[in-house]
Nanobody
Framework: QAQLVESGGGSVQAGGSLTLSCVARKYTHFMAWFRQAPGKEREGIAGIYTTSGRTYYAETVKGRFTVSRDNDKTTVYLQMGSLKPEDTAMYYC???????????????????WGQGTQVTVSS
């Protein structure tokens, strides 16, 4: 059974919005969203401490994307607004015991990954 399950991807026009969800089977103190476009490295775009709710963002999405979590601390969301064609990618949810505000952007600090959900933004 998958540890993390994402949903909410799809196709949208530039300037539009989408919200992704990620449900975890069990609690971890830090969760994040990554994305990977064809031919590119997987990049961290947003992270959150599931207890305090403190958030972190990559410069490429700051001000446009918002990461949040439910009170149960096992569901996180990524609200994406003002989408651009360059946001097109496979989006992954991740959870990690070694992840923190200092290293959240590195994929190597995560123990669990979702299956990914595709986001396509057309111009």
């Amino acid at each position: 059974q998958a540890q993390l399950v994402e949903s909410g991807g799809g196709s949208v026009q530039a300037g539009g919005s989408l919200t992704l969800s990620c449900v975890a089977r069990k609690y971890t103190h830090f969760m994040a969203w990554f994305r990977q476009a064809p031919g590119k490295e997987r990049e961290g775009i947003a992270g959150i401490y599931t207890t305090s709710g403190r958030t972190y963002y990559a410069e490429t999405v700051k001000g446009r994307f918002t990461v949040s979590r439910d009170n149960d601390k096992t569901t996180v969301y990524l609200q994406m607004g003002s989408l651009k064609p360059e946001d097109t990618a496979m989006y992954y949810c991740a959870a990690g015991y070694n992840a923190s505000g200092d290293n959240w952007y590195s994929r190597h600090n995560y123990n669990y990954w979702g299956q990914g959900t595709q986001v396509t933004v057309s111009s």
